[in-house]
């Protein structure tokens, strides 16, 4: 069975400094990798994606993350966070060629940025 | 615009009393899945559907149903609510055959008192 593990429930950092956000996961097929973002009293937006190809993935706002295969990580990083990016964050993966679209989420971070 | 929307995006009842949240999307997705959010959990899959009637249980689907009786909609009914069920529910939306991810809903917060 697939799960995803976020470690770290909250993580405060000052504005401007750079951040990173950690996702495992583990499957004994391959996956593809998501990370979605929640404003507060909102639905989940699509961040960035891995599906195959580079490891190196860019979304928006900035944000990229990096699929390391042999960790099994999918780590969250932007090089200078803004008070707007406060938000909970979500890794989830979904299997490749999986007989359904189903999503499993990890239990999320909530990023504070503090100015 | 492309969308999923939910109704009520906020509900108030009293145990026992049956409910439904509605959800619609207008991207002719083939999927359609309800999740749930609980603090610490993260979100929890309840049922989803691959098309017009094919339904099936998530990993949490004990006290809910189901419905897919048109492409467009899939609401979720709760016949007998009870307080373990007070959760922000999720609605959300894909097409088959491309990985493109999901398309939420912007939720619906329940309590049941």
């Known amino acids: 069975a697939q799960s995803v593990t976020q470690l770290d429930s909250q993580v405060p950092v000052f504005e401007e400094a750079p951040v990173e956000l950690r996702c495992n996961y583990s499957?004994?097929?391959?996956?593809?990798l998501f990370w979605y973002v929640q404003y507060p009293n909102q639905g989940l937006q699509l961040l960035l994606k891995y599906l195959s190809g580079s490891t190196l993935v860019k979304g928006i706002n900035g944000f990229e993350a990096e699929f390391n295969k042999s960790q099994t990580s999918f780590h969250l990083r932007k090089p200078s966070v803004h008070i707007s990016d406060t938000a909970e964050y979500f890794c989830?993966?979904?299997?490749?060629?999986?007989?359904?679209?189903?999503?499993?989420f990890g239990t999320g971070t909530l990023l504070a940025v503090q100015p | 615009e492309a969308q999923v929307t939910q109704n009520p995006r906020y509900l108030i009842t009293v145990t026992g009393k049956k409910l439904t949240v509605t959800c619609s999307q207008n991207m002719n997705h083939e999927y359609m899945s309800w999740y749930r959010q609980d603090p610490g959990l993260g979100l929890r899959q309840i049922y989803y559907?691959?098309?017009?009637?094919?339904?099936d249980k998530g990993d949490v689907p004990e006290g809910y149903k189901v419905s897919r009786k048109e492409k467009r909609n899939f609401p979720l009914i709760l016949e007998s609510p009870s307080p373990n069920q007070t959760s922000l529910y999720f609605c959300a939306s894909s097409g088959t055959g491309k990985v493109v991810g999901y398309t939420f809903g912007s939720g619906t917060r329940l309590t049941v008192v």
């Open positions: 499957s004994s097929v391959s996956v593809y």
């Open positions: 559907s691959m098309n017009v009637e094919v339904t």
């Open positions: 989830a993966v979904s299997l490749y060629g999986g007989a359904t679209n189903k999503l499993i």
